[in-house]
């Protein structure tokens, strides 16, 4: 998972860069720097009061820098653990393709391109699991995820979200590596795993929203939180086409290997991990003063194989979106034409009404299988701008209290990991290639999507509620506000 020059670094430098206007930037020659632009203290100076503060904190490579890439790689491997086994379970459990002649109707799309028109064509597994077993497999893991989304907040703030997501992202590795040996063992063995695996990943978006809340000032948290978010789509993209490739060769064994690669990437990625992130910018060793002062001083400020490969086509558009719409956005923010509130509601608006508008045009496309790929693209991909809008809602109304909003939010969130397939198979259960059932499925998503995301409109806030800070500790941040 190596980066190039037109990754995620090259953006966090050139976003730091171009915001503030370009004046009194440290100016490297030969590892010298130009003292133009810089005040009595040593701080560089800049225009505009936003600018001013920003130019305190552009450094050729800041703490919150590396901070956000081991996060965005942390979301990576995490999601690569997650969405592996609906590649590999192709290989374990096998499949049968219905041949054309069998279920062509008005009501249904023929197969075709099995190359035969008799039969069914049938792909051996190791494992003799029926479809309600692949269901229960599939599903498992969500059901340990629902159930610590609140611990792994309330963990974060007594504990650190340092240790709770390091711990979570590496438990879950070490779990992905006994995978092959637990399914080999027993089907309820496996189920179990990956149940515990759910457990420990849904310590790690409240966790890591706790942390967020502490590096990330708010006027930047529309940058920042779809590069750092942008690791699920990365780590979705890079899992599926490459547990397929694995699942068909012969590298240990085929579909044990997805286990092993995904399994000890996620332990390599927990050593810089907890060598390089802190919890908190006031406890880093390494962190510069301008940096801190910057953070410190804006930390409560608000302002106004084949199948594979085209199932990772919908993240590739979303993790573009994403970070595309987070630097237009936090452009549009640092030159004031967008208040705080504005602009997370506009991002969730596009996130949202866009694929209800995608999920109706679903309903019409019938059986053209490239038009359906490009509608689903559009669908999934407009759905990134929701990483500078409504998930960073909690760090904007309670910063302190981030970890335990998200472990609550993705806690009702998470219940749709096992709620949507049952509900989907009531719906087109004996239908399972009917049209007519599917487009039932697009229009209760579509519904869903609207009135959800109305109400959502009509009430959110982006201002630091009172409840945020105990009553106790409102003296010292002031102080520590004052001091920086």
Known sequence: MAFTGGSVLSILQRADEETAGGQGAFVSNGGALDAKGLDDSGFRRTSGSLGEDRGLARECWAARYTFTL??????????????????AIVAMAGTSEVNATANASQDACPVTGNGTDSGSKVTEGEFDWDEQTQGLVLGAFYYGYTCTNLVGGRAAEHFGGRLVFGLGAVTSAFISLLSPLCARTSTGLFVASRVIMGICQGVSLPALNSLMATWFPPEERAKFGPLVYGGIQFGTIVSLPVSGWLSSSEFLGGWPSVFYVFGALGLLWGVPWFLLVHDRPENHPRISEAELKFIVGHRNTVKKAESGVISALPYVSLWIIALVWGVVMDRLSAAGRLSIRTLRRLSTAFASYTPAVA???????????TLAIVVLCVAVGSTGSCY?????SEQDIAPNLAGTLVGITNTVGSVTGFVAPATIGAITKGNQGSLSA??????????????????YLLLMSSEVQPWNEPKQDKKRVKEDENRF
Not at 388 to 392: A, D, K, M, R
């Open 438 to 455: 599917w487009r039932t499925v697009f229009v209760v998503a579509v519904i869903t999507y609207i009135v959800t995301t109305t109400i």
């Open 359 to 369: 999920l109706v045009i679903m309903c019409f496309v019938n059986c053209n299988s």
């Open 388 to 392: 500078s809008g409504n998930l960073l």
């Open 70 to 87: 081991m996060a965005f790689l942390g979301l990576a491997v995490e999601y690569s653990l997650r969405v592996n086994l609906s590649i």
